[in-house]
């Protein structure tokens, strides 16, 4: 006698079954074209996502277990898009996170509950040691910003530099 527990579970396999096999029967039907593009960068207040075509110049950027970048203060013109050529000489990992003073102050104390966070945004990277990144960013919008390492401790350790923007 089979028990009522696997006459249900026998049946919701079965209803299962049929449902997948019923939405994967295509008959003659034709489908539209689904590929998308890829999503347009997302504008923020200190900018937006570059075009690796349109770099105006580099600026090399060094992270340290000094808990420093080197140069920590650059300036740029409107409307620059600049590829930073980060480099981490440190034994620790690293991160350059672009944003207002604000919302990496912000972030930083999320970094606090969610250390392990990994970062997917144009804005942000993270450095392991010895290793070496680029990120390409277009400023346009007048401002002075910020970049900061946002691992716990680097932050409130003083990890943090300056964007100054000029208008045209």
Not at 2 to 10: A, D, G, Q
Not at 142 to 163: K, Q
């Amino acid at each position: 006698m089979i028990s009522r527990r696997r006459m249900i579970v026998s049946s919701l396999a079965a209803s299962l079954l049929a449902a997948t096999r019923s939405a994967s029967a295509h008959g003659t039907v034709t489908h539209q074209d689904t590929r998308v593009s890829p999503p347009a960068p997302d504008q923020q207040a200190w900018g937006i996502a570059g075009d690796p075509g349109k770099i105006s110049r580099t600026v090399p950027i060094a992270m340290s277990d000094r808990m420093r970048f080197t140069p920590d203060r650059i300036e740029v013109r409107l409307g620059e898009t600049i590829r930073f050529d980060y480099r981490n000489s440190g034994a620790v990992l690293h991160e350059m996170v672009i944003g207002t003073r604000d919302a990496l102050a912000e972030h930083a104390e999320l970094m606090k509950k969610f250390p392990g966070m990994e970062h997917a945004d144009a804005w942000m990277a993270h450095v392991a040691p010895g290793e070496r990144g680029q990120m390409v960013w277009t400023f346009n919008r007048p401002g002075t910003f910020s970049f900061a390492c946002l691992i716990p401790g680097h932050f409130e350790a003083g990890m943090i530099g300056t964007i100054v923007v000029a208008p045209g």
